[in-house]
């Protein structure tokens, strides 16, 4: 197997809160090969966020990093110094967050803050205008000299978004991080902004690790996915076999979930219960108390991953033999 | 007594209940509580508490703290203590009073401008504005002119000059309140335009203004002082400000005569805002800080 | 259909005057659509669509530039204040942000006993017992427990559920719901479609359903109304319009659908949405629409009969 571009091992990220130790993220491995788009997909509070920004060492207060090791092309990230990491971050990761404007200041235009991405001193030569406008060309906007005198309020939400995208590929990272980049978004809108990051990834070659509440979007875009719940991975594996036969309940229950507007409708059936707070997650395997196919060792014990080929492996007491 | 209204009881009991808790847990703000406690007590126990009259003369002038005199005495002789209890009344009928009409005004003004907006916020913005432009002292003058110096006046006064920042405020909260889902949900359920400006906005516009309001105590009761300067304040009243500014001139050889009663502005004041924090807890059923 | 429609919109337009400008935006600009008994409409927009303004229209809660809201077969603007009550009661409205849709200084118990007490639904003593089963109702069992709770001590499925309980506390004949579903997560979702279809068929509730998600619009409506900017561009039973849409810009919709069923994505929709302050003018999907032609400028297309109440506004037959 080739080098990965980021490998992430045995990550785990907590919160001290007055009610409990929060464990958002609790022990997730996976890694992205250079040029490879992977999914990350989970609800709310399954620390798929958390995880982005543990990769990015932007973690907010009162959490921090309690174990793991995250390396980029080798390079220990979390043993880096905060100025080195800021360096990591200009030139090598890219994050795209959803709610564009919310990180667009609102009192500079488009084009001051792309030269702000291209590097601290802000250049305002001939050279620096010629980037900025290439930049924003690159995301699929008409014309970029009149948008890039334009401040954000002026903007939609999707112009909004490709402006991010133009910032945060203006240095050519080797790693995009986007995390739910289209979920406040319109489906058109949407479409154009996947559209807009599958080519600049086909251009620039740069790896994708997309992070999602949404299979639908994640499946159109990504090589490889991984299910998140409750702080850990419950599944892994090619977005088509997962589709295909998925070996968790979970997956199983995000799969049926989705409603097709090419298909006849049918009916749902749905997941009870809510996701577990993560002050206090279940014991043993943590979706058990919603899963419809519980058993007695699952709320006692933690089940094993187990691999099916081609790098799809799922942990559930299901899918060892004999069943326990 | 039905079931039905003894479960009603009990959660409005269970309502104080929990906001007690969150208050007490902020140590703090029970410490300005107490604090608080003590001045009100102070000031309404001032006649039995003090040795002497607030103007009552006798004593040595500038004397030192002493057994008789324990924050000393000032330039013509008058117990400085006594003068500190007796000022808390005046300084808390003038913070509370002024701050109380400051509130009145000022909510009625900001919700309606808030609530209805266009032409009434308008009109109500450019009525704000003239009182927040006002030159107080002169405003203050005019109205001793007219009224003669009283202690009613100067509250009346102080409030006037108040209220514009508590409009702003509670009209800021209003705008921002009014298109949210809940309000519109309960215009959907018919409820008035009454009702939901006092019964679902303002409860929740109050955190923010009761801290302001709270704020702006300290504030009456050093304005307060300057008008005693000027001599628009009523004389008949002790005051921890007018003991100040007679003070200014004996600073330098008898300390306590500007210690005392500024310690006391000092402490007042840090209490109220400490209290405001408190009540901003009370209120708030949020969860605590960390999320 | 011979009886008369529930709620309907006649002509409806309502303007936004944009604060610091001159500019006007119709937000809707005259706009025709009818709820009957016991249907479920679904109102398909994207944001800058006018949806959400024309469901508060509907409810008589946004006022109107031009045309009418019939409600029952009366006009909202016209009804005195004792109807207007009855009328409050007979539409109520479920919004998309559970986090923003119940008052935070308000318990369950107030929150829902509000509306109980306004309308005398049940006398003061008895208001409790009826709060508490209506949270049964919605599946937050027992109700009784969660009454003295506030909402931030629930979650947004939680939240969502409370406010279609106090919506269902008038007794309503009609639920406009604006993008119920759209801010919860993916299990979640399910729950909460799947009350939303037992409570309107238990109750016999005619619904009028906002989204923008196609998914969902097709599970649950039995009509579909399709807005661009203001305008119905088409409208049409469910099936038909999602088996064959005649609108350019309804295919657009689909094709930009993420779908597991269909193998690649087509090519994004071209251009950007329009400001709604400043509209192309005659048919207002012109800019971006690859079958455009000189006549789409300067005429406005109307609504006109497809096929078996099916209707599309396009001048042409795609």
Redesign the interface.
């Known amino acids: 197997m080739s080098a990965a571009l980021l490998a992430v091992e045995d990550l785990a990220t907590s919160?001290?809160?007055?009610?409990g130790t929060l464990r958002a993220v609790d022990g997730v491995s996976f890694h992205v090969d250079a040029g490879e788009a992977i999914g990350i997909v989970g609800?709310?509070g399954s620390g798929k966020s958390m995880t982005a920004l543990s990769i990015l060492r932007l973690v907010p207060n009162?959490g921090r990093i309690t174990r793991g090791r995250i390396s980029l092309a080798g390079r220990d990230l979390l043993a880096l110094s905060e100025a080195a990491m800021r360096g990591v971050r200009r030139t090598e990761i890219a994050m795209i967050f959803q709610d564009a404007g919310a990180y667009l200041n609102p009192v500079m235009t488009v084009g001051e803050q792309i030269a702000e991405a291209i590097g601290p001193a802000r250049p305002r030569d001939a050279a620096a205008r010629a980037r900025i406008l290439a930049a924003l060309s690159s995301v699929q906007i008409?014309d970029p000299a009149r948008i890039a005198r334009a401040y954000p309020h002026e903007l939609?939400?999707?112009?909004q978004q490709r402006v991010l995208i133009a910032a945060a590929l203006i240095r050519e990272p080797r790693l995009i991080l986007a995390d739910e980049p289209t979920t406040a978004l319109?489906?058109?809108?949407?479409?154009?902004i996947?559209?807009c990051l599958a080519d600049l990834r086909q251009r620039t070659g740069a790896a994708l690790l997309l992070i999602s509440?949404?299979?639908?979007?994640v499946?159109?875009i990504c090589d490889r996915l991984h299910i998140m719940y409750a702080g850990e991975i419950v599944e892994h594996g090619p977005v088509r076999e997962i589709?295909a036969a998925p070996k968790h309940p979970y997956t199983r229950?995000?799969l049926?979930?989705?409603?097709?507007?090419?298909?006849?409708?049918r009916a749902?059936?749905?997941?009870?219960g809510?996701?577990p707070d993560m002050a206090a997650p279940p014991p043993g395997c943590r979706f058990h108390p919603r899963c419809p196919q519980a058993m007695a060792i699952c709320a006692r014990t933690a089940p094993p991953a187990r691999s099916f080929g081609d790098a799809h492996a799922a942990r559930c007491w299901l899918n060892e033999e004999p069943v326990p | 007594m039905t079931a039905a209204t003894r479960r009603m009881r009990s959660a409005r009991a269970a309502w104080w209940r929990q906001g007690w808790r969150r208050l007490a847990a902020n140590r703090l703000s029970l410490i300005g509580l107490v604090l608080l406690a003590l001045f009100v007590a102070a000031g309404l126990a001032a006649p039995l508490l003090a040795p002497f009259g607030p103007f009552q003369l006798g004593g040595p002038r500038l004397g030192a703290p002493s057994a008789a005199h324990l924050f000393g005495c000032d330039q013509l002789g008058r117990d400085i203590f006594s003068g500190v209890l007796y000022g808390a009344r005046t300084s808390l009928a003038v913070g509370f009073l002024s701050v109380g009409l400051s509130l009145l005004l000022g909510i009625t003004v900001g919700a309606v401008a808030g609530y209805y907006g266009g032409r009434i916020d308008d009109l109500a913005m450019r009525i704000t504005e003239i009182f927040q432009v006002l030159p107080r002292f002169f405003l203050a003058l005019i109205i001793v002119a007219m009224f003669g110096a009283s202690l009613y006046g100067t509250i009346f006064v102080i409030g006037i000059l108040s209220w514009a920042e508590i409009a702003r405020l509670v009209r800021g909260e209003f705008l921002s309140f009014r298109d949210r889902p809940f309000v519109t949900a309960a215009r959907a359920y018919g409820a008035g335009d009454a009702q939901i400006m006092l019964r679902e906005i303002l409860p929740n516009a109050i955190a923010t203004v009761v801290v302001a309001a709270a704020l702006q105590i300290p504030a009456a009761i050093i304005l307060e002082a300057s008008l005693s300067f000027i001599g628009a304040g009523d004389p008949t009243v002790m005051s921890w400000g007018r003991m100040l500014t007679s003070a200014q001139q004996y600073m330098r050889q008898a300390w306590w005569t500007a210690v005392f009663p500024g310690l006391a502005i000092s402490l007042l004041a840090m209490s109220l805002a400490l209290v405001a924090d408190g009540i901003n807890d009370f209120l708030n059923p949020r969860l605590g800080r960390a999320r | 259909m011979s009886e008369a429609p529930i709620l309907a919109a006649e002509g409806a337009a309502v303007r936004f005057a944009v604060r610091g400008s001159k500019k006007q935006v119709m937000a809707v600009d005259g706009v025709d659509l009818a709820l009957h008994a016991d249907e479920t409409v679904a109102l398909v927009g994207e944001s800058g669509s006018g949806k959400t303004t024309l469901g508060l229209a509907l409810l008589g809660l946004r006022s109107l530039a031009g045309g009418r809201v019939a409600w029952r077969g009366r006009d909202v603007a016209s009804l005195d204040r004792h109807t207007l009550r009855r009328f409050r009661r007979d539409a109520q409205i479920v919004f998309q942000d559970p986090y923003a849709s119940l008052n935070p200084r308000l318990t369950i118990a107030e929150t829902l006993r509000r509306p109980l007490a306004l309308h005398r639904i049940v006398p003061a003593d008895a208001q409790r017992d009826e709060s508490a089963r209506l949270l049964d109702r919605v599946g937050l069992q027992p109700g009784a427990l969660y009454l003295d709770r506030y909402p931030h001590e629930f979650s947004g499925g939680q939240r969502q559920r409370i406010a279609i309980a106090r919506a269902l506390s008038l007794r309503p004949g009609l639920l406009v719901a604006d993008e119920p579903v759209s801010a919860l997560d993916v299990s979640i979702r399910s729950q909460v479609l799947n009350l939303l279809t037992e409570l309107r068929q238990a109750l016999g509730l005619s619904m009028l359903f906002l989204s923008h998600d196609l998914g969902v619009v097709r599970f649950i409506a039995s009509r579909v109304a399709v807005m661009y900017l203001g305008r119905l561009v088409e409208t049409g039973p469910t099936r038909a319009l999602f088996e064959t849409p005649r609108h350019p810009y309804t295919r657009a919709l689909l094709a930009a659908a993420p779908s597991l069923s269909r193998a690649v994505a087509g090519p994004p929709l071209a251009g950007e949405p329009p400001l709604p302050s400043d509209p192309p003018s005659g048919c207002r999907f012109r800019t971006r629409c690859p079958f455009a032609k000189p006549r789409c400028a300067e005429e406005t297309p109307d609504l006109r009969d497809a096929a078996a109440g099916h209707r599309v506004a396009c001048h042409f037959d795609l």
């Open positions: 919160f001290a809160t007055d009610g609800e709310s009162p008409a939609s939400g999707g112009m319109d489906a058109t809108v949407q479409q154009q996947l559209a509440h949404d299979l639908a979007v499946a159109q589709f229950a995000l049926d979930a989705i409603l097709d507007p090419w298909q006849p409708p749902l059936v749905p997941l009870d809510a996701p």
